[in-house]
């Protein structure tokens, strides 16, 4: 039971730690009045740029003797990579959106098609693989002490985890402070909410909302080396849906970096309850439909929490749209 | 004025389409090692024989019936981002409807009609699971217009979320309890030559489905352009707030919504029972994204859903060609369609903030496709 329990709590946070950046740095487009909807295209870029420089540096790291320096080295420019990834095509949507009056919405659709079919593209050129780009540099190893993930419930899940995790986790406070403590965020809430008075404050909007939707792409790249990480490789299709959870996320959260965090848990959760429940049952019986619970627990929860918002406020819950 | 608006619009949409093709163009060139026949078999070989060119005009017809389903729900300002479940769920519907009046649950896989004892006329059952599909659409699409009036929960969200549960349940029954037991693919039992769009003249590869999307296009033009729903629809999409102060009843981008996720269950059973002929494992292979692209590019316009969906329809024959005969990525065709997208939304758009300046038109918010 135990061994269970410590099973899902593993597992809850390796679901949510890729939505968690994403989801915050849609927020911080939210704030600024520009909400991507590009962040699964971003993540699908990070994923794919994160296994291509590991796996373009994998022979000079064998030839130098792999040194367990050389890898971190490696895994280090793959993050990078991944972060640039997703701001390159954050910054398509960006710039399109704020300087060429793109609508927001059909400039992250664009995006989200653009980057499986450029990713392939690539990697079809440099590689000579439309398919599987294999990183085992990216495999990231645990951190702690061995014992430290035998401590019972929770200590798997808090030190059982490769360090990219802890990376994503680092990289969400760090947006966390951006959203709610900096005079940049507070800059990006003033270009969302009143892009008139801040333009009279010296501030330019647009510069503003081209800057959040940069940090987002970043973010939600990383989140993308993440997912990269978990099975050493690229996959065509590796971000399977988890962007457009984290925009769902930006919503249920309420505006608050606390809410989003606190959704991308929950589907987390929901995601390695629904593991743990299928158990070692085979893909044809019945309990392979509890992979879309999450989904459709999600819708439901969204739903019933609008019900609640509107009884609340009587109107349509506006206030609760973003 | 407006109609100078109109035809400028126009224009700047295929200068966007001309730019994203020089782009493909240049990108064959630099990529390939044999720049023009990679070029030729890109952008020529769909139209070098009547075979290339009616069988990219048939692989338009799924795409084109989503592609109408988009532009019925974005035009009435429901983003519909569930076209892919609603047309694997359409799909699904197809093949279980088709098994279901044609005997062939039991029978042999492949026959003539009658073969299974209660058979029914092909036509007709082939009619009654184009109309299971439409209405295993619709209300996969009804859950998120409920859940819209009830809650007003965003159908962005929903129609996200329950496309993706349904594609997971559909992929399970498929691949699971319902697969062909005597086939090593993770797919339903073929469905009966009979059962399917039959083909005109074969061995040409048009058959009926394309006169369906179609008509079913025309028809929604027509709605959106003669009648007074799709002028209301219109008003809808463009400023509820506006709409809802003359009267105009904001439940019917609700049923607008319905109506799409009928389209993409048409787009999806036209996969079923067109060239698939059976229902597989991620049968829709992103047949409702990429409607719901084509609808962007066509500025969710029901005609100009057809030369748009055309239009994608020869980018994934030009590319699938040139991967064959050269050595370009198969997938250069979705990043030439989003790049085309970009232009459109960014070109498209400029013309109205343009009008913005000058006080025509609200410049942010609002805005949509």
């Not at chain 1, 030190?159 to 800059?187: E, N, T």
């Amino acid at each position: 039971m135990i061994d269970r329990i410590a099973a899902i709590a593993a597992g809850s946070l390796s679901a949510a730690a890729p939505l968690l950046p994403a989801a915050l740095g849609g927020l911080l487009t939210a704030r600024a009045g520009s909400l991507t909807v590009a962040l699964e295209g971003s993540m699908l870029a990070g994923a794919f740029a994160a296994a291509a420089v590991a796996n373009a540096a994998a022979p000079a790291l064998a030839a130098a003797g792999a040194a367990a320096a050389g890898g971190a080295a490696v895994a280090a420019m793959a993050l990078v990579a991944a972060a640039l990834a997703g701001m390159i095509l954050a910054l398509l949507v960006g710039a399109c959106a704020e300087l060429l009056g793109a609508d927001v919405f059909v400039a992250g659709l664009a995006a989200n098609l653009l980057a499986p079919g450029a990713a392939s593209m690539i990697s079809q050129a440099l590689y000579g693989t439309k398919g599987v780009l294999v990183a085992e540099a990216l495999r990231a190893p645990a951190i702690w002490p061995a014992g430290f993930a035998e401590i019972p419930l929770l200590g798997r899940a808090l030190f059982g985890q490769g360090w990219i995790l802890y990376l994503l986790a680092f990289a969400a406070m760090i947006l966390v402070f951006i959203l709610d403590k900096s005079v940049f965020g507070l800059r990006i809430k003033a270009a969302g909410e009143d892009p008139e008075i801040s333009r009279a404050a010296g501030i330019d909007p647009r510069i503003y909302r081209i800057a959040a939707h940069l940090v987002a792409g970043a973010a939600a790249g990383l989140s993308g080396a993440f997912l990269a990480s978990q099975v050493a490789a690229f996959v065509p299709g590796i971000s399977a849906g988890r962007g457009w959870i984290a925009l769902v996320a930006v919503y249920l959260g309420g505006r608050k970096a606390g809410g989003v965090a606190l959704s991308c848990l929950g589907f987390g959760f929901l995601i390695a309850a629904s593991n743990a429940l299928q158990g070692g049952s085979s893909a044809s019986s019945g309990a392979a439909l509890l992979s879309a619970l999450p989904y459709v627990a999600t819708a439901i929860a969204l739903i019933a929490w609008r019900r609640a918002a509107r009884g609340a406020h009587g109107a349509r819950g506006d206030r609760w749209r973003i | 004025m407006k109609a100078r608006g109109r035809a400028e619009a126009l224009v700047s949409r295929y200068l966007a389409i001309g730019a994203a093709l020089s782009l493909a163009a240049l990108y064959a060139a630099l990529a390939s090692s044999e720049p023009l026949s990679a070029i030729r078999s890109f952008f020529v070989a769909p139209f070098g024989s009547a075979y290339a060119v009616l069988d990219f005009i048939e692989s338009a017809a799924p795409l084109l019936a989503c592609a109408v389903g988009a532009s019925v729900a974005f035009r009435a300002g429901a983003f519909n981002l569930g076209g892919e479940g609603q047309a694997a769920a359409g799909a699904f519907a197809a093949a279980l409807a088709t098994a279901a009046f044609s005997g062939s649950a039991s029978g042999p896989a492949i026959g003539p009609a009658g073969a299974g004892g209660s058979a029914l006329n092909p036509l007709l059952v082939i009619a009654l699971a184009v109309l299971a599909a439409a209405a295993a659409g619709a209300a996969l699409a009804a859950l998120s217009a409920a859940a819209e009036a009830w809650s007003g929960a965003e159908v962005l969200l929903t129609s996200f979320l329950f496309s993706q549960a349904a594609i997971i349940a559909v992929d399970w029954a498929v691949g699971g309890p319902l697969k062909d037991p005597a086939s090593n693919l993770l797919a339903m039992k073929a469905i009966p030559l009979a059962y399917r769009f039959a083909r005109f003249a074969p061995p040409a590869p048009l058959s009926a489905a394309a006169p369906l999307a179609l008509g079913l296009a025309l028809l929604a033009a027509w709605v959106q352009k003669a009648t007074r729903t799709g002028y209301e629809l219109k008003l809808l999409g463009r400023n509820a707030a506006f709409a809802r102060a003359s009267g105009i009843d904001s439940r019917l981008r609700g049923r607008a919504l319905v109506a799409s996720g009928a389209l993409f269950g048409v787009g999806g059973s036209l996969v079923a029972l067109g060239a698939a002929g059976r229902a597989f494992v991620g049968m829709t292979g992103g047949v409702g994204w990429n409607g719901l692209a084509a609808a962007l590019v066509a500025g969710s316009d029901a005609l100009g859903a057809i030369p748009a969906s055309l239009f994608f329809a020869w980018l994934d024959a030009g590319a699938r060609q040139s991967s064959m005969l050269s050595d370009l990525s198969p997938d250069s065709a979705a990043a030439i369609k989003a790049i085309a997208l970009f232009l459109i939304t960014a070109r498209v758009s400029a013309a109205r903030i343009s009008a913005a300046r000058i006080g025509a038109a609200p410049m942010r918010r609002g805005r949509r496709p």
